[in-house]
């Protein structure tokens, strides 16, 4: 069975940047564009891994890790970000994250990311 991501990015060019990315290495991706609309998806659907942004519009990536966590905690959560500082990476790793990633992203590292991801929920 092939495991389903859900992209959660507001930058459209990063967003399907990343889908193709994980396409191409063999998942079922989904995209959104704000944490409200992951937060919907997540009802509807059940997904292995969220790749998230930190930053973005409506509901923010530690606020999506937080529904997450409550509706889903058998799905993990990857956040990415552009401004990054070692406070915000412990929050987001002590609410519950499985890993964080810096833009720029580099895509053979964000799909190898996901493997063990997957590994590890195995």
Do not use: F
Not at 13 to 20: K, S, T, Y
Not at 50 to 60: A, E, G, H, Q, S
């Amino acid at each position: 069975m092939t495991a389903r991501v859900l992209v959660a990015d507001d930058e459209e060019i990063l967003r399907v940047n990343v889908a193709e990315a994980l396409t191409e290495a063999g998942y079922e991706v989904d995209t959104v564009a704000d944490g409200e609309a992951a937060v919907a998806r997540l009802l509807e659907d059940d997904y292995a891994i969220v790749v998230t942004d930190l930053r973005m519009p409506r509901l923010d990536g530690i606020g999506l890790l937080k529904q997450v966590v409550a509706t889903r905690p058998q799905t993990l959560v990857l956040i990415m970000t552009a401004y990054a500082s070692v406070e915000t990476a412990i929050d987001a790793l002590r609410l519950g994250a499985h890993d964080y990633l810096l833009k720029p992203i580099v895509l053979d590292d964000l799909c190898a990311r996901v493997a063990r991801l997957l590994e590890l929920r195995a």
